[in-house]
């Protein structure tokens, strides 16, 4: 089973991926944006290049989805995959940025994905007032010196991102307990909630 854990910085993705992995030892863990060889390079373009049209850099990650899906993804689907982050990403953050409509990134994602879409997603969530205090503890990247409304609207576009793939959805309380969140997740996957 494909299994995407998804949140903003800070909500504890590598945390809760870490856990899980512990819990399937057999899993195969990955990441969207650069799993691959060709992924690196692109996630480096993005980071590091001074990309002014948002056509070209939507291109980009698509590129490098694609890859992830046909090199990663859709040679162990008989395998339990956990990735962090996905295709429910790169539609939210495309669709912040608010140059595209939510259908056509749907239907380009659909096209660079092959139609291999997470069969389930976790999105951890933080209120207002967690993510505040959380940012407050460290510094700050690129992304999140965008403040906490960016964050927040990112957030928001997650859950609206799967809503719109149609993948099963678990939005779970990121300020709770780690072992508690971890739990949940599992019986998630399991579908025993």
């Known amino acids: 089973m494909y299994i995407a854990i998804e949140g903003i910085d800070t909500a504890g993705k590598s945390t809760q991926i870490k856990a899980l992995g512990e819990r399937y030892p057999d899993a195969l863990i990955t990441k969207e944006p650069g799993a691959t060889r060709l992924g690196i390079k692109l996630r480096e373009i993005v980071l590091f290049s001074e990309i002014k049209n948002p056509v070209s850099e939507l291109l980009i990650f698509l590129a490098d989805r694609a890859e992830h899906i046909a090199e990663v993804v859709e040679p162990n689907l008989d395998k339990t995959i956990i990735s962090d982050r996905s295709v429910i990403s790169g539609i939210a953050y495309a669709d912040v940025v608010g140059h595209f409509e939510i259908e056509k990134l749907v239907e380009l994602n659909r096209f660079a994905c092959n139609e291999i879409f ?44 799967a809503k719109a793939l149609d993948i099963e959805l678990l939005e779970i309380d990121a300020s709770l307990h780690i072992e508690e969140i971890t739990d949940e997740i599992v019986k998630f996957i399991e579908g025993k909630n």
Request: aromatic share 4%; net charge positive; glycine share 2%.
């Open 118 to 161: 997470p069969k389930k997603a976790v999105v951890l969530k933080l209120s207002r007032d967690e993510l505040a205090y959380r940012l407050s503890q460290k510094e700050h990247d690129k992304i999140e010196k965008r403040g906490i409304d960016y964050l927040l609207s990112i957030q928001d576009s997650l859950i609206k991102a």
